[in-house]
């Protein structure tokens, strides 16, 4: 279900783009590329108010899928998080898997004491080193 409003929500976005595009600002806008003069529409005269009004009511569905959507995610996200351990989310959306505890191929030993290495201590030859080679 949060799929097909994400897409809703992508289609949704990019339509409002070429509303806001379509209208008739200051230079034009997008507006000139159809063929209409400095300060004609290719729509015809009231597509000022049309496009305005086309544009409040795209960005009213906008915000309220928007809104409706994280609201969705989030309400899946609770219901995730009351779930046992076991069960992880992966980071997606609606996609989940289930951990299962990797086999342990160390095993340990309990109750023995590491010992220091011995250290052998270095016997004085009774020669002062000079740095020359015999």
């Known amino acids: 279900m949060t799929t097909f409003f994400s897409i809703l929500l992508v289609l949704l976005g990019i339509v409002l783009i070429?509303?806001?595009?379509?209208?008739?600002?200051?230079?034009?806008?997008?507006v000139?590329?159809?063929?209409?003069?400095?300060?004609?529409?290719?729509?015809?005269?009231?597509?000022g108010d049309v496009?305005?009004?086309?544009?409040v009511v795209l960005f009213v569905l906008f915000m309220f899928l928007a809104i409706g959507l994280n609201?969705?995610?989030q309400g899946s996200a609770t219901v995730a998080a009351s779930r046992?351990?076991?069960?992880?989310?992966?980071g997606m959306p609606g996609v989940k898997t289930t951990a299962k505890p990797a086999p342990s191929k160390i095993k340990?030993?309990?109750g023995v004491k590491p010992t220091p290495a011995a250290v052998?201590?270095?016997?004085?030859?009774?020669?002062?080193?000079?740095g020359k080679h015999p």
């Open 18 to 30: 070429f509303v806001i595009l379509l209208q008739r600002g200051r230079g034009g806008g997008l």
């Open 32 to 47: 000139g590329a159809f063929g209409a003069g400095g300060g004609g529409s290719a729509f015809g005269t009231k597509t």
């Open 51 to 55: 496009f305005t009004t086309i544009t």
């Open 71 to 73: 609201w969705m995610v």
């Open 84 to 90: 046992p351990a076991a069960t992880t989310q992966t």
């Open 108 to 110: 340990t030993v309990t």
């Open 120 to 130: 052998k201590p270095i016997a004085p030859t009774g020669q002062a080193s000079t």
